[in-house]
């Protein structure tokens, strides 16, 4: 009698990552910093439509939900290549409240910039400061970097008052940064080093870290 031959098994989806990675999320008292998926898309397409919560970015406002699906399509290999390191912001009660990540990695000066945008409704509510502590932790003390370099436009600003109370120390202006479309716009350069993360009101948010982090953002054993 022929034995009737195994099946296989289904081919690994590309879009999942590594099968074999556990998957990543790091949580402070109310949230919680994890990749964001397709299902993600409608939240992240409410925030995002308000053009109060881009008027300073190179995109949006989010217009179609085409848009903020290309994005999350994209993060995986971004995060494979040290492009990009972005999560989703993920409230306990309320669930997906905004994004915060890390971009333009240098792994010989061992440093990134930290970016983060919020819905409308949870602007002054305490989340930047929470996320900024998840993000910097994991910075300073999973990837081994020793500084953090955020910018903020220089009419904006709420976003450089929020990086002050976060620790971030203002160091100068740069001109003519930023192109979005045909405008150019100046922006104010804040900056973190592992030394003051460790004096800041940061440093004393407890933070619990699940998973790998992308091997392309870790810049030391």
């Known amino acids: 009698m022929r034995r009737r031959p195994s099946p296989r098994p289904p081919a690994p989806d590309p879009s999942m990552g590594d099968p074999g990675a556990a998957p990543f999320s790091a949580s402070g008292p109310r949230l919680t910093l994890r990749y964001a998926t397709l299902e993600d898309a409608p939240a992240l397409f409410e925030m995002a439509r308000d053009p109060a919560v881009t008027r300073f970015f190179s995109w949006g406002p989010y217009r179609r939900m085409a848009e903020p699906e290309a994005y999350i399509a994209g993060l995986e290999g971004k995060r494979e290549r040290g492009e ?3 999560f989703l912001v993920v409230h306990a009660e ?4 905004g994004v915060t990540g890390l971009s333009e990695l240098s792994r010989r000066d061992r440093r990134a910039t930290v970016g983060s945008w919020f ?5 002054g ?6 996320s900024k502590a998840i993000i910097a932790r994991l910075a300073f003390e999973h990837l081994g970097l020793t500084r953090l370099t955020a910018w903020a436009n220089t009419r904006n600003g709420r ?3 929020a990086l002050e109370r976060c620790g971030f120390r203002r160091e100068g202006e740069l001109a003519a940064w930023h192109r979005h479309g045909d405008q150019v716009h100046d922006v104010a350069v804040f900056g973190m080093l592992r030394t003051g993360f460790e004096r800041s009101r940061l ?3 407890p ?3 699940r998973g790998d982090l992308p091997q392309a953002f870790v810049v030391v054993d």
Request: charged share 15%.
């Open 207 to 209: 933070v619990e870290v």
């Open 159 to 161: 976003s450089q008052v």
């Open 119 to 123: 819905g409308h409704r949870w602007w």
């Open 203 to 205: 440093a004393s948010v």
């Open 94 to 97: 309320h669930g997906p409240v």
């Open 84 to 86: 990009l390191l972005d």
């Open 125 to 130: 509510t305490g989340v930047n400061l929470e």
